[in-house]
């Protein structure tokens, strides 16, 4: 009995000293030796997260990060702060997920949990995608995504799953731009149909409806040939851009039987083809099987997932091909303004698809030099007079055979040929004193009597009274006959004598 109870002892002391030893434990996560505290301390965040008490989890998480700042279990740790934020949902929660995520791929982007930030940043903005009729920007969002991960990360595991995702984001995106072209060509606005339906066929080759967008863009290139047959324009001119047209609307057609060769509009696109009296290629075997793994791969949500479809704003993606690679490069997309430009190259003869528009300059060469520019007027000098005279003419240049001025230059004009003459006061050339005023013929002296006998410096005779041409001497003797008076109080009055200046 007192061995027994010796043994029991001594294995409880044996115990007591390995649970006071601070022995590392293996990290099943990590896979890494660690210390029991940031151990528990993640364990106990892990715990509260499995029961959806995620701000518990983080606050527990947020203690090991920060009393333990060279644990093992730190790159971990700040995974699970943004996996709470994840699971938790949400619009603002999901937000704030993918800001720790990238502060994960900041901090660490070398471990093999990168990739999975990466995939999960992709699919917030996957989960918040709406339909094609809707906001698209969480669409552009999850595409960018999805190729950084598959460029970023060639070699992980997650990238099949990438890919898939990939090309149902790409399904929707293509599927918004291919009823927006269909809607303007409805509308006969071919131009901007165009642009919107070659988007389409060349941004997205995996589009379950590529046949269907690119018979359209046939169409609209064979509705603007309509419409340029009915305008009122040269016949040269409309043949050439008509020719333009009709060739692209056969390479269109040919796309559908070279690469979709088992879809619907196969059939259509031949009549179109022997239409336009062009010739009909054959497909090859591998487009053929191709074509064929693509379109069996596609599935079909049914009568009851598309009446359930109305219910939800995530789109349907079921006819997202399963077989091929996702478009990882986006060319340049068009518009309708490029699309009228290149009609107007094809109308002008240019070659719109190399671009080479130049423009010529002709040079006029001169028969001699110019001649030399003026002096600057200035503003304090006299007007120059008008003379009325016409200018000499311009001698004749002559120029030898290497373009070198030959005339003899003609000689300088006076500066003083047309300025003003200078004006002088009237003074004496002796004295300097002001000469007195010429006499006045039409003043009567002091003391002299006016003769009647005189005649008048133009040879007339006759006083100034009766001349018809003073008008002075006319309306003296027209106040004579009307009032007397007044002449016989004239003559009373005293002649003053005028003073010399």
């Known amino acids: 009995m007192s061995r027994r109870m010796s ?71 700040k995974l699970a702060v943004a996996d709470s934020w994840y699971a938790e949902g949400g619009t603002t929660s999901l937000a704030q997920a993918e800001l720790e995520y990238k502060d994960f791929e900041t901090f660490f982007p070398n471990m093999p949990e990168a990739a999975e930030a ?10 918040q995608m709406e339909k094609p009729d809707r906001d698209y920007t969480h669409a552009m969002r999850a595409e960018d995504e999805y190729r950084q991960l598959i460029t970023q990360y060639p070699d992980s595991k997650l990238l ?15 599927h918004r731009e291919f009823i927006i072209g269909r809607f303007y060509y409805l509308r006969q606005s071919y131009a901007a149909a165009i642009a919107r339906l070659r988007s389409v066929v060349e941004r997205y080759p995996l589009y379950s409806q590529a046949d269907e967008a690119l018979y359209l863009l046939g169409q609209s290139y064979e509705g603007q040939v309509n419409n340029l047959r009915a305008a009122k324009m040269q016949e040269a001119a409309k043949a050439k851009v008509i020719q333009e047209f009709t060739k692209n609307a056969a390479e269109a057609y040919d796309k559908i039987l070279t690469r979709y060769p088992m879809m619907t509009r196969a059939e259509d696109a031949k009549k179109r083809l022997a239409a336009l009296h062009q010739p009909i290629p054959e497909p090859t075997k591998e487009a053929i099987a191709l074509n064929q793994k693509e379109e069996e791969s596609r599935r079909s949500s049914g009568m009851f997932g598309r009446l359930m479809g109305n219910f939800t704003r995530h789109p349907d993606v ?15 997309p068009y518009s309708a303004t490029e699309v009228v430009k290149e009609a107007n190259a094809a109308l002008m003869g240019l070659n719109s698809a190399s671009g080479d528009h130049k423009v010529s300059i002709e040079t006029v060469k001169g028969t001699g030099a110019p001649p030399p520019s003026g002096e600057t007027p200035r503003s304090d000098a006299p007007p120059a007079a008008d003379t009325g005279a016409p200018a000499p003419p311009a ?9 070198v ?43 002299a009597q006016p ?14 009274k009766t001349a018809p041409d003073n008008p002075a001497a006319s309306s003296s003797s027209s106040n004579q006959k009307d009032d007397s008076p007044n002449v016989s109080s004239s003559k009373k009055k005293k002649k003053h004598k005028l003073i010399p200046f």
């Open 118 to 127: 990466q995939l999960k940043i992709a699919n917030i903005h996957y989960q």
């Open 395 to 403: 001698p004749e240049s002559t120029a030898d055979s290497s373009g």
């Open 7 to 77: 043994s029991i002892a001594l294995l409880g002391l044996l115990a007591v000293t390995i649970a006071c030893t601070n022995k590392k434990v293996n990290n099943p996560l990590a896979n890494v030796g660690s210390k029991q505290p940031d151990k528990v301390l993640f364990d106990r965040a892990m715990e509260q997260m499995k029961h959806n008490r995620f701000d518990q989890s983080r606050m527990i998480l947020q203690t090991l990060i920060n009393t333990y700042p060279d644990s093992e279990f730190i790159a971990r740790a």
């Open 405 to 447: 001025n030959t005339s003899t230059p003609a000689p300088p004009a006076d500066p003083n040929a047309n300025a003003v003459p200078e004006l002088k006061p009237n003074v004496d050339d002796n004295g300097g004193q002001p000469l007195p005023p010429p006499a006045q013929v039409n003043e009567i002296q002091q003391g």
């Open 160 to 174: 099949p799953e990438a890919k898939q995702r990939l090309m149902e984001v790409q399904e929707v995106l293509a």
């Open 451 to 464: 003769d009647a006998s005189a005649k008048p410096p133009d040879g007339t005779t006759g006083s100034a």
């Open 318 to 332: 079921a006819a997202a091909t399963k077989v091929g690679e996702p478009a990882l490069v986006t060319p340049k």
